[in-house]
């Protein structure tokens, strides 16, 4: 791997340990201001010292993150869609490498909609990324989305998307957790992170997700919703930071978040 790239590579998957706790807030790309994620800047400065990076566009990146932050940059680059338009596998690249040197971003990231109408688009939009990528020493995010259809998320389909994430050149893949992950990360020979999903019922599944996930073979974090939406955001990540740096158990990590929220951490 080229100097530059591994470089940038390191500052988001930590060195120490391999692994990495990431920030998405990037969700505003297709479904615009969603809930505590109306104020952008308001939501992401008191999570930024606790996380390794931070995912999002180059619009909230220029109008709502200090520029003096040392934070890793993970630039989303795909597009073009939203929640009410005709499909939402119909992504584009949004920018160009150019930007994302100009905005000294760690990494770029784009969407994959395997099995989607548009999948195709979405894959050689990802290939070209790759080569951008490689051009400039800039690694490339593939997450593996599903839209609207929560319910395909399943192992032999996240496996076969990692896969061939993996094979179209991805540094890392960012992914969800499921029953029989391990079947995703052994047929993914590049580093799987998970993405938290909607809301989960309580704080605890987070919790769990996060552990389970990296006893089965994840590497790390990119979580959005499950953390700001959460009714202690800070207090969330800090505890899943526990898990993914630390080891600790679902049960470590509720007992960090409810001293962390009496103050007491
Ligand atoms: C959709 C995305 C997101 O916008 C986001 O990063 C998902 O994070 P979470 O599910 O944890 O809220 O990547 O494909």
Redesign the pocket.
């Given at each position: 791997m080229d100097w530059g790239l591994q470089n940038r590579l390191s500052r988001i998957i930590q060195p120490e340990d391999g692994r990495t706790v990431m920030l998405?807030v990037?969700?505003g790309?297709f479904l615009g201001p969603i809930s505590k994620l109306e104020r952008p800047r308001e939501t992401i400065a008191p999570l930024l010292p606790y996380t390794n990076a931070v995912?999002l566009t180059r619009g909230i990146l220029r109008t709502c993150i200090d520029p003096n932050t040392s934070v890793p940059i993970v630039l989303r680059v795909s597009g073009g869609n939203s929640i009410i338009g005709e499909d939402l596998s119909r992504e584009g690249i949004t920018t160009c490498v150019e930007e994302a040197i100009r905005l000294n971003v760690c990494a770029m990231s784009l969407?994959i909609y395997v099995g989607a109408k548009y999948e195709h688009q979405t894959l050689m939009n990802f290939a070209h990324l790759v080569d951008e990528g490689q051009r400039y020493g800039i690694p490339c995010l593939a997450?593996t989305?599903v839209g609207k259809e929560l319910e395909k998320r399943d192992a032999r389909f996240l496996a076969l998307a990692c896969r061939i994430a993996a094979e179209l050149g991805a540094h890392f893949v960012?992914t969800y957790y499921c029953d029989d992950f391990e079947k995703v990360v052994q047929g993914c020979p590049v580093p799987l992170v998970i993405?938290?999903?909607?809301r989960l019922e309580t704080i605890y599944d987070v919790f769990i997700l996060a552990h389970d996930a990296i006893a089965r073979g994840a590497i790390g974090v990119?979580?959005?919703?499950?953390v700001w939406q959460a009714e202690h955001p800070v207090a969330a990540i800090r505890a899943i930071r526990a898990v993914v740096h630390e080891g600790a158990t679902a049960e470590q990590a509720a007992k960090l978040f409810d001293d962390i929220k009496a103050g007491k951490a």
């Open positions: 998405a990037d969700h790309y995912m969407s997450v989305a960012k993405a938290g999903g909607p990119d979580m959005g919703r499950n």
